[in-house]
């Protein structure tokens, strides 16, 4: 047992020589480098529409992510750059006829940290810490809901209410849906957070997202498992389903749907809560600006205090994660609301 202690104490001592021998440069010259891609490239999206925009407008949204980017560049990690190679690069997002209309962009921030470690120094190269700012999508949180598979492509068919079309329809339909992301926090009018994430936008729209009732998302719920392949599911699933729906009154159907009790199959309730059934809003967006503009933005951004603690640790830790963090609390998120709201 004597021994055991003994390995382990060295073991820990080891550890913690180690870990001093490594230390981040954080006075080391730094470059910063964009790379820019064609947006125009898109093939068909989830409805079997095509999201391919000009090559005018592509360009246009390139010219409008490069300004987006010079307001992140304010932030003193980017603006005198030590310790890290930076890059960023502006690339096509993830694209949706139903309800988006302004050209969907990704911006991701790749921090490439030097160190020194038993005296030789090193860069961080491979999959270097990250960070993706997503432009014009509102579907960030789609899979936060029923997430629920498509099973148009199935073998074995025993349902006669299947059919490949109805079965992908009927999910895409219902994967539309999505709980909301945590409690929302209105920072200021163009800014909301929730939880470990900040949605910006332009205020004074309607809602990017809009609530769902009781009757709609039981719809849905019940169009898609009537026509799953295995009729031994639907049959199961539907009269289940439609028990639980019978069970609320007519207003409650027509009122607002909510994350409920996690013991139905549903999951779906009618009393109000923080985690109401979402959708995102087509008519959010405002058409008489171009489709080349920047209407939206999500990203993950912890709050300050948070942002703090992990920077801390990296820099003790000797961790590159420490000039993403750095990045996150130096970033006025103001600014990125005056950005898109001009």
Known sequence: MR??????LSFIVIKAITAQDKTLLTEKSGTFKLQKEALNGQGPDLYGKSCA???????AMLGELEKLVQVFRE????????????VCRLYGG???SKFSFAVPADVKFWFKSWTLHNGKESQWINEPPQWIIEVNQPDKFRDNGFNVSDYSNSSGVTNPAFSEKAQNETSIALNELFYQPGVREMIQPGIDRFGDNVVV???????????????????????????????????AMVPILEKELAAFSEEQKDGYAYFG???TISRIGAKENDTPVLRCNSAYWDRNRPKASVQLI???LPKTEVVRS?????LKNADGYYYLYKLMSELDIKSLATFIAQ
């Open 261 to 263: 009790d996690p013991e």
């Open 94 to 96: 993830r694209c949706s």
């Open 201 to 235: 936008y332009i205020p004074g729209r309607p809602p990017y997202w809009e609530q769902v009732t009781v009757r709609e998302a039981f719809r849905l719920l019940i169009n898609y498992w009537k026509c799953v392949p295995d009729i031994w599911q639907a049959e």
């Open 53 to 59: 925009c000009t090559k005018a407008e592509s360009d």
């Open 310 to 314: 992990k920077m801390e640790k990296c």
């Open 75 to 86: 932030a003193p990690v980017l603006y005198d750059i030590k310790g890290f190679d930076g």
């Open 3 to 8: 021994t055991f202690v003994l390995l382990i």
């Open 298 to 300: 999500v990203l993950e």
